[in-house]
C-alpha cells in the first residue's frame, strides 16, 4: 500500500502523467497513454486483419469520446502481445525483483 500512495501527492493528486503510463488490457482504445493489447486467442485470430487499425483505436468496434485519442499507423503507442509473460521489462526500464 506504502508503494502505491508513493504514487500520490500528499493530496491525493497523481504524480504519474498519462503519457509515462503503460496499460495492459484486452481492447485498445489508448486513453492517451501507450497501450499494450493482449487480446484473447479468438479475439486475436478474429482482428487479425484489422489488428493494425485495432492498435491506433480507429475501427467501427471501439468509439472515442476524443479524436485526438487515435493514433497513426505504426506511431509506436501501441503494439500487441499474444500474454502478459511476452511484456518486455528491460524495454522500458522496468525493474522486476527475482
Not at 1 to 8: A, D, P, Q
Not at 81 to 98: C, G, M, T
Given at each position: 500500500?506504502?508503494?502505491?500512495?508513493?504514487?500520490?501527492e500528499?493530496?491525493?493528486?497523481?504524480?504519474?502523467?498519462p503519457?509515462?503510463?503503460?496499460?495492459?488490457?484486452?481492447?485498445?482504445?489508448?486513453?492517451?497513454?501507450?497501450?499494450f493489447?493482449?487480446?484473447?486467442?479468438?479475439?486475436?485470430?478474429?482482428?487479425?486483419?484489422?489488428q493494425k487499425?485495432?492498435?491506433?483505436?480507429?475501427?467501427?468496434?471501439?468509439?472515442?469520446?476524443?479524436d485526438?485519442?487515435?493514433?497513426?499507423?505504426?506511431?509506436?503507442?501501441?503494439?500487441?502481445?499474444?500474454?502478459?509473460?511476452?511484456?518486455?521489462?528491460?524495454?522500458?526500464?522496468?525493474?522486476?525483483?527475482?
Open positions: 500500500m506504502k508503494r502505491l500512495l508513493s504514487f500520490f500528499p493530496d491525493m493528486t497523481v504524480l504519474v502523467l503519457n509515462e503510463c503503460l496499460i495492459l488490457e484486452d481492447k485498445c482504445d489508448r486513453d492517451w497513454m501507450r497501450d493489447w493482449v487480446p484473447h486467442l479468438d479475439v486475436a485470430v478474429e482482428c487479425k486483419t484489422k487499425d485495432m492498435l491506433t483505436g480507429r475501427t467501427v468496434m471501439i468509439k472515442v469520446a476524443d485526438r485519442q487515435l493514433g497513426q499507423l505504426d506511431d509506436g503507442w501501441a503494439e500487441s502481445i499474444p500474454y502478459l509473460e511476452h511484456f518486455d521489462y528491460k524495454r522500458y526500464a522496468i525493474d522486476v525483483p527475482s
